[in-house]
């Protein structure tokens, strides 16, 4: 488990599951699996302002909780918490949450391939969080609010924090071909089905309202969004 370029288990393309069944395979509150395609009070200090010349103030540089590549003891190595992991451009970008270090598949709790961003909740109970070819991840404050208004997103983003990184709202996305564009309702980043709204594979046109209870919206292979409400 966890070699690079890995792909998520469970993924299903072109299948289409709203509510309470995913696009990816099963798994119970116990045994979550990993999202088609498919943060954080650990370790970390509010991050703030520094002082600059001139009188100009710049945030301060924000620190890595733990690297891209590695497998990593949930307790030792990595706390319990939401993590993010940003900027992550060629697909390879795989990581694994793991109830032990067997490598077994029946270890696996759940896992995804990334392009863009990626919000992970490792849990106190879990044993082993794999990354390989990722980008490095750091410490998400789950409590933290936003004022985000942008109307537009990337259509190939990854995952976005409602509230902090996208506004809720109806958005569209157009010229979508070959049924790749995927885009997932979440209620949180455990990447289990309970965690899955709704979810569904496009072609052509994409219209979904995202609500201000969603705690992320994923989107993969899609046109890029724009609000239209």
């Not at 077994?104 to 990354?131: C, H, M, P, Q, R």
């Not at 309202?209 to 239209?228: E, L, M, R, V």
Request: glycine share 14%.
């Amino acid at each position: 488990m966890g070699t690079k370029g890995k792909i998520a288990l469970g993924v299903v393309v072109g299948v289409v599951v709203i509510g309470a069944v995913s696009a990816n395979a099963g798994g119970d509150s116990d045994k979550e699996n990993g999202g088609k395609d498919t943060s954080a009070s650990a370790g970390r200090k509010p991050g703030g302002k520094t002082g600059g010349e001139n009188g100009t103030t710049k945030k301060a540089v924000k620190k890595a909780a733990f690297g891209g590549d590695g497998d990593f003891e949930v307790g030792k190595d990595v706390k319990p918490g939401t993590y993010r992991t940003t900027g992550n451009t060629d697909g390879l970008c795989y990581w694994e949450r793991a109830k032990d270090a067997s490598g077994e598949a029946d270890s696996l709790i759940a896992n995804d391939n990334v392009s863009g961003t990626s919000y992970v909740t490792v849990k106190a109970t879990d044993k082993l969080f794999k990354s390989s070819d990722c980008k490095d991840w750091e410490a998400v404050d789950e409590k933290a609010t936003g004022t985000a208004k942008s109307s537009r997103f990337k259509g190939d983003g990854g995952m976005y924090r409602v509230g902090v990184d996208i506004a809720p709202g109806t958005y569209r996305s157009t010229g979508n071909t070959d049924d790749l564009c995927y885009w997932e309702r979440a209620k949180d980043a455990l990447h289990s089905i309970e965690s899955i709204r709704a979810n569904n594979n496009v072609t052509g046109s994409a219209v979904v309202t995202i609500s201000a209870s969603d705690a992320y919206f994923k989107t993969t292979g899609c046109q890029d969004w724009k609000k239209t409400a």
